[in-house]
């Protein structure tokens, strides 16, 4: 690790200054990765408290708001980091407490990118859940307009976690566009909790939640040499709620449940509907224990009804 710090952070090879200008959303992501930083400068010789830049975006009575970056940016290496899924934050408007949307998260990282005034040597975003990347490829404008006005401001490179899906990139051929995935944290955090879990076949099995996340599960199930089923979403095509067709059923496709523990993958857990009518499904099958995990666990609807499926037995 000593060698891999000097190697990070020499003054000789270094280009730019690092600069974290994390918003309001991400604060406490952007210290834990500050952490890190700041551990590793200092066992490479160099003399560091902070990498963060600090900044606001103060707003208006009337909703407006604007940028502030409260020390100099010339010639730094900036990583803006914004979390567009945090509906927690909330600001003054005509009187109201309003709660700050996707849209409002995205309008305060161009404020601060505008604020640094293509002064810095060059400009990343951190985005952990893509800008308007809940959609499928071809439907995704709002991500894919995203990213190439971030490239038109000038950012180098955008970084993601388990985009919804990734070829979006397409819109922005020749900018940088990382896809992280965490799937090594996630069976890391699953066998240290349940050191019991067995993965041999007879005893644990994958089960992708619809087919749009059959790629992610597939890959759990490769790496760890089990079978692997899947649900199908059967929708009402003569029918739109909240723009989309409801869901009707969810079909199973695949080798019996019975007995296994299941677990299941997917990237967004919002409302919960869909997680949730798939464990009482496998329970229904006779499987043992119902594990889900999603890389954006943001329980749009509210924790009651995972309570009530945790108290059941449904979930474990």
Known sequence: MAMESQTFFSAENRVAPLGIVPLAGARELSEKVEAHLVRWAKRAGMDVDTFIIENSCPRFSSGDSKGLIKSTVRGYDLFFVVDVGNYSLTYNYFGNQNHMSPDDHYQDLKRLIQAASGKAHRVNVVMPLLYGGRQHYRESLDCAYMLQELQQMGVSNVLTFDAHDPRVQNAVPVMGFDNLMPTYQVLKKLFKDFPDLSIDKKDFMIVSPDEGALNRNMYYASVLGLDMGMFYKRRDYSKIV???????????????????????????????????????????????????????????????KFDKAYEEGLID
Request: proline share 3%; glycine share 10%.
């Open 242 to 304: 909240d723009g989309r067709n409801p869901i009707v059923a969810h079909e199973y496709l695949g080798t019996p449940v019975e007995g296994k523990d299941v677990f299941v993958a997917d990237d967004i857990i919002s409302s919960g509907e869909s997680v949730l009518d798939i464990a009482e499904n496998v329970k229904a099958r006779k499987a043992r224990r119902f594990f889900a995990y999603g890389t954006y666990a943001i329980f749009t609807n509210g924790l009651a």
